[in-house]
């Protein structure tokens, strides 16, 4: 079955500091991995893609990914955190192959940045 | 670009009525799908519409149903509302079936 694991419901990082948000991933086939970020009582915003290619994905606002086939993960991260990035970060995955735009999600990260 | 839009942005609805929400996809988008986020979790697919068809659709009972117009807006329909349909529900639109979704401020439904 495919599946989406975030293992971390809080991630806490001093501004300036580098972070990361963790997300593994199952599915059948190529993985089109999405990470995305929602803002209180707010929809959610796309920040990047992993469909093929280079695995270090570059995308909004400064952040970037990593894909990881061997142990199929797509970290998230950023070289210098801000204290606006706070909010809740959710990984997800569309299985590549089969005829579905279905997108799994994990249950989602709390970036904290402190001051 | 007015971006993915949803309406009502808050509703309250008793047990047993039922809700239309409603949505407009971004422009040049033709594709909709819709996802339901309980409170603390990721969202669910609920189903997808393309062409004015559902295409795929998630682990949702046939409570939930869909509409989708010639102008690619779409509705959520739940009947017989039970209070576990309390969320918040997602509309995210595409280029594609396959590209990636954008997605409106959701509507927050609250069954009492």
């Known amino acids: 079955a495919q599946s989406v694991a975030q293992p971390e419901d809080q991630v806490n990082v001093a501004e300036g500091n580098p972070l990361t948000v963790k997300c593994t991933y199952s599915?059948?086939?190529?993985?089109?991995l999405f990470w995305y970020v929602q803002y209180p009582n707010r929809g959610l915003q796309f920040l990047l893609k992993y469909i093929t290619g280079d695995n270090l994905v570059k995308g909004s606002y400064g952040f970037e990914a990593e894909f990881n086939k061997s142990q199929t993960s797509f970290h998230l991260k950023k070289p210098s955190a801000l204290v606006s990035d706070s909010a809740l970060y959710f990984c997800a995955v569309r299985d590549g192959s089969g005829n579905t735009g279905k997108l799994i999600f994990g249950q989602g990260t709390t970036l904290q940045v402190k001051p | 670009d007015a971006g993915v839009t949803q309406s009502p942005t808050h509703l309250i609805k008793t047990r047993g009525q039922q809700v239309t929400l409603r949505c407009s996809p971004k422009?040049?988008?033709?594709?909709v799908s819709w996802y339901q986020q309980a409170l603390g979790q990721g969202p669910q697919f609920i189903f997808q519409?393309?062409?004015?068809?559902?295409?795929q659709r998630g682990n949702f009972p046939d409570r939930f149903s869909g509409h989708q117009f010639p102008n690619y807006s779409s509705e959520l329909n739940v009947n017989a509302l039970l209070l576990g349909d309390s969320a918040l529900y997602l509309c995210a639109s595409s280029l594609t079936p396959y590209t990636e979704a954008f997605f409106g401020q959701g509507t927050r439904l609250t069954v009492v």
């Open positions: 422009s040049g988008h033709d594709t």
């Open positions: 599915v059948s086939g190529n993985p089109y």
């Open positions: 519409y393309y062409e004015e068809e559902e295409r």
